[in-house]
C-alpha cells in the first residue's frame, strides 16, 4: 500500500463542541454488587489482560467533516495507560456529543503475545498537522489500531503494539465518524462475526476506508478464554443492580389502546392453543405455559388465540399494564467483554396501521393489526467497570444502536427513556413521527410521552442466563410456534375499501402499495423470544 496524502484543509473555527466536556451520568454510578470477575477492571483473553481506557489526550480537531457534516470529529491517544500495558490503538469520537468512548490497552501476562511493530506506512495526513499510521507488524502479529501523531515523523516504534495472531480475529467497518473530500472515510468498529458464541472483541478504536478500499482492514481480539463466561459476566445480584441502575421508562403514546401484559394474565385470560387438524378443540393454555408445546420448530402445527367470546377478545386486546412484567435476558457479546440485557415486553395485540399519504393520516383498517407483540430494547453493558454504553431500540423488522449521550434519562436518575409507538409498539428513544415510506407516503409510528407508562426496573422477571444454572426457563419460552393465528388479507379489498372511504387517488394507493413491510399483509402471530435470530446473534 502506498502512501496517501489527502489535501482536505480543515475550516478553524473557534466554537465549543459537546465532545470538549466529558459525559456525565445524572448520578454517580453504585459500587456492584460482589462476584467472580464482573466489572473488576480487566479481562483476561487468554494471556493477554487487557483492560478499559476512558481517558484521553486530544492529538487533532476537525470541525466539518463528521458523521452529521457540522461538527466534525475529533482524534485522541489514550492516557494515562495503566503501568504493566500497551497502546493497542487510538480513539475518534464526532464533536456533536460529550466526550464518553473507550479503547482497550493490552497486557503481556503469558509471554509473546504482545511486540511492537517494526515500521509504520502512512495512511492519511491532514493540513500537514495530522498523520494516521499503520503498524508494520512482524511475523506472526496483526495490527488492531493505528498510532496517530501531528507531526509528520513516524511514531517510536515502542509507542503501539501488535498483537499475536491467535489472539486476533476478523474486523469490519460500523459507523461513520468522519470523512475528507477525497474520499477517505473514518469508521467505528467491530468483529465481524458477532453473536453469544463468537470470540471477537470490539477494541474501540477506528478504521480508514477509502472509495477503492485499499487500505488493509485492522484486525480486532480475540478472546480465547471464552468458554471461562462466568469470569466476566454478572452474577444473578449483579443483573439486579444492573437492572435497577439503567432500566427505561417506557412512555406509552396518549392514545394507545393496546397496552403490554404478563404472559402469566394472558395465558389466565382465556388464551386457546390450537392444533392443525383438530382446530375445533383448542386447548385453554395453562397460567405458566406448562402445557405448551416444547421445543421444535415454526412448523405451522401449534398456535395460539384469544378466547372465542368477542368480548373476552376485546377486553384481552387491551393487555393489562398493572399485571405487566417484563422479561429479561442476559447473554454475552463482543467475546464476552460486554453483556445484552435484553428487555422483552409482551402486547396481546397489535393495532392496524396509519398511512400517511401527503397531507392527510388515513387508518387502514385492518392492515397491520396482529394477535400477539414481542418487543425488546438491549442495554449493552460493560463487563469491565458495569457501565452503559449503548442502547438497541427494536423497530419492526430492525432497529437503531443509541449511545448512551444521546439518551433521555429521567430526572436525576441513570434509568433512560423509551417511547413505544402508537399500536405498532416499535421502540424509540425520542418522541416523535417515525415513517416507514417516503416523506409523501408512507406508515406513520407515532410516539409521544403520556401519563401511561411502564417502570422496566418495578417489575420484571430474569428469564435466562446460559451461563447461570439456577435460573430456571418458564415453559412459555421454549414453545416455538406462532402466539397468534395467521390471516391473509385480500390486500387489493382492503385497499380498495381505504379508496372507496376516502377518495383517495388510485395512484396514491398504488405507491402506498410499494412500501407496506411484508408483516402488514395479514395477521401472522409472531413467534416468541427464543426463536429470533438475535436471541443467540446480535441486533440487526
Known amino acids: 500500500m502506498g502512501n496517501f496524502l489527502c489535501c482536505f484543509t480543515t475550516t478553524k473555527e473557534t466554537k465549543p463542541f459537546s465532545i470538549d466536556t466529558d459525559f456525565k451520568f ?3 454510578l453504585p459500587s456492584w454488587p460482589p462476584g467472580e470477575g464482573f466489572a473488576n477492571g480487566t479481562i483476561d483473553l487468554g494471556g493477554l489482560q487487557v483492560c478499559q481506557i476512558t481517558s ?13 457534516d457540522i461538527n466534525g470529529a475529533t482524534f485522541f491517544d489514550p492516557n494515562p495507560i495503566p503501568e504493566g ?3 493497542l490503538g487510538c480513539y475518534c469520537q464526532s464533536n456533536a456529543t460529550p466526550l464518553f468512548g473507550w479503547v482497550l ?24 498537522s495530522f498523520y494516521i499510521w499503520l503498524p508494520t507488524p512482524p511475523d506472526g502479529y496483526n495490527p488492531v489500531g493505528y498510532a496517530i501523531t501531528s507531526s509528520s515523523e513516524k511514531p517510536p516504534l515502542d509507542k503501539i503494539k501488535c498483537v499475536r495472531v491467535d489472539l486476533t480475529d476478523e474486523c469490519e467497518t460500523d459507523g461513520f465518524l468522519w470523512g475528507t473530500d ?15 458464541q463468537a470470540q471477537g472483541v470490539c477494541v474501540g478504536t477506528f478504521v480508514v476506508e477509502d472509495e477503492n478500499n485499499s487500505y488493509p482492514m485492522l484486525s480486532c481480539l480475540k478472546n480465547n478464554n471464552f468458554s471461562m463466561l462466568s469470569s466476566f459476566m454478572p452474577n444473578l445480584a449483579q443483573i439486579k443492580a444492573l437492572v435497577q441502575e439503567y432500566s427505561p421508562r417506557l412512555y406509552f403514546h396518549p392514545s394507545e389502546s393496546y397496552l403490554p401484559s404478563s404472559t402469566t394474565w394472558y395465558f389466565s385470560n382465556g388464551v386457546l392453543l390450537y392444533h392443525a387438524g383438530d382446530e375445533s378443540n383448542p386447548v385453554p393454555v395453562e397460567p405458566t405455559g406448562s402445557n405448551l408445546p416444547q421445543g421444535g420448530s415454526n412448523d405451522g402445527a401449534y398456535w395460539l388465540d384469544l378466547p372465542i367470546d368477542e368480548t373476552e377478545r376485546e377486553r384481552v386486546k387491551k393487555g393489562d399494564l398493572q399485571s405487566c412484567e417484563v422479561y429479561i435476558h442476559v ?32 387508518p387502514l383498517g385492518k392492515i397491520g393489526e396482529h394477535i400477539g407483540d414481542w418487543e425488546h430494547m438491549t442495554m449493552r453493558i460493560s463487563n469491565f467497570n458495569g457501565v452503559l454504553h449503548r442502547v438497541y431500540f427494536a423497530q419492526h423488522s430492525g432497529g437503531t444502536w443509541i449511545d448512551t449521550t444521546s439518551l433521555e434519562f429521567e430526572s436525576g436518575t441513570n434509568n433512560f427513556i423509551g417511547y413505544s409507538s402508537l399500536h405498532g409498539h416499535a421502540t424509540y428513544h425520542t418522541p416523535r413521527v417515525v415513517l416507514q415510506g417516503t416523506d409523501v407516503v408512507g406508515i406513520r409510528n407515532d410516539t409521544a410521552k403520556s401519563d401511561t407508562f411502564l417502570d422496566v426496573g418495578g417489575s420484571y422477571s430474569i428469564i435466562t442466563a ?7 426457563e418458564p415453559p412459555w419460552l421454549n414453545y416455538a410456534r406462532k402466539w397468534g393465528p395467521k390471516i391473509t388479507y385480500e390486500i387489493g379489498v382492503e385497499l380498495e375499501k381505504l379508496k372507496n372511504s376516502s377518495g383517495i387517488l388510485e395512484s396514491t394507493i398504488e405507491s402506498l402499495l410499494e412500501i407496506l413491510p411484508n408483516e402488514v399483509y395479514g395477521e401472522d402471530g409472531p413467534t416468541g423470544p427464543k426463536v429470533k435470530d438475535y436471541w443467540e446473534g446480535d441486533e440487526r
Not at 489526550?57 to 452529521?68: A, E, Y
Not at 457479546?333 to 393495532?351: K, R
Open 26 to 28: 445524572s448520578s454517580p
Open 105 to 128: 490497552a493490552g497486557k503481556d501476562v503469558s509471554g509473546g503475545t504482545l511486540a511492537s511493530p517494526v515500521d509504520y506506512k502512512l495512511v492519511l495526513s491532514v493540513d500537514n
Open 331 to 362: 447473554k454475552p457479546m463482543l467475546g464476552a467483554t460486554f453483556s445484552d440485557i435484553v428487555i422483552w415486553v409482551f402486547y396481546p395485540f397489535n393495532g392496524a396501521s396509519t398511512a400517511k399519504l401527503g397531507l392527510i393520516d388515513v
Open 182 to 196: 477525497d474520499g477517505v472515510s473514518v469508521y467505528s468498529s467491530r468483529p465481524k462475526t458477532r453473536g453469544t
Open 85 to 87: 500495558f500497551s497502546m
Open 56 to 68: 484521553f489526550t486530544k492529538i487533532w480537531s476537525s470541525s466539518d467533516g463528521g458523521s452529521d
Open 466 to 472: 446460559e451461563y447461570i444454572d439456577s435460573i430456571i
